[in-house]
């Protein structure tokens, strides 16, 4: 259980993009965040991730307060976070070394070969594909067993055969091990396919929501009349939120 309580905060005095916010991931779900550009969505991530700390409110894991020492939360950023002058191999290693803990190879191995990365684990990331940086990436998350799984736009640099492609893997992945996940995605059908909840964000300044249960989850290509009638109803909330404020 993941729980947002009271959140404010705003980059300039004056306007805060978050005031009195709360927002609830019930179980193991995994949840799709929808909004309009420049709403606050990567600020969000980066307030439950730890990197911003100016934050009034509580966050709250299993009902304890979150501890960026403590707790382990992975986030998938944008540009998947590997270090260009390390290989694969060493970069999906890390996490065990902030942890501070001796690296477990054959982990490593086990993952990257149901990630399809294992022949790549020697390269410098500038000599591989996105689809693979963004499976490297995958890996490294899954290695650190987190709480919690923040992804910011994780298949957006992706063409579309690879996105399905890694999609499925994560889903497979996931399957095995239910961690309670957020994706922010500006696709509206991948939030459907990922999302077991759809939460749309509106406006950008004092930001609210509407939560959608989605029954569409993991639908394949047979799309129903049903499906483009949700997908649609999501595109006129999106398009209302970024009305809002502007
Ligand atoms: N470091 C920063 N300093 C000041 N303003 C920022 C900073 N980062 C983002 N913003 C502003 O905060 C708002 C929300 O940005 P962001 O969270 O990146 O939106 P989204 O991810 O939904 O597109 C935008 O108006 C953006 O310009
Ligand atoms: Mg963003």
Known sequence: MFEIKNLTFGY???????????????????????????????TLIKI???????YSGSIFIDNEKIDNRINTIALIPQNYGLLKWKTVYENIELVYKIKKIKP?????????????????????????????????????????DPQLMLMDEPFSALDEFTREKIQNLFL??????????????????????????????????????????????????????????FYSDLKNEIKRGSDYDN
């Open 172 to 229: 497979k992945l996931r399957s095995e091990k239910k961690i309670p996940t957020v994706i922010i995605t500006h696709s509206i059908e991948e939030a459907i396919f990922l999302g077991e909840k759809i939460a749309v964000f509106r406006g950008n300044e004092n930001i609210s929501y509407n939560m959608y249960n989605n029954n569409f989850s993991g639908c394949g290509s047979e799309k129903s009349s049903d499906y483009f009638k």
């Open 104 to 144: 477990d190879k054959e982990k490593i191995i086990k993952i990257s070969e149901k990630l399809e990365i294992k022949n790549i684990l020697g390269k410098y990331p500038e000599y591989i594909s996105g689809g693979q940086k963004q499976r490297a990436a995958i890996a490294r998350a899954f290695l650190t």
């Open 12 to 42: 300039s005095e004056g306007k805060n993009i978050f005031k009195n916010f709360n927002f609830t991931l019930g179980g193991n779900e995994i949840i799709s965040v929808l909004g309009p550009s420049g709403c606050g969505k990567t």
């Open 48 to 54: 439950i991730s730890g990197i911003i700390k100016n």
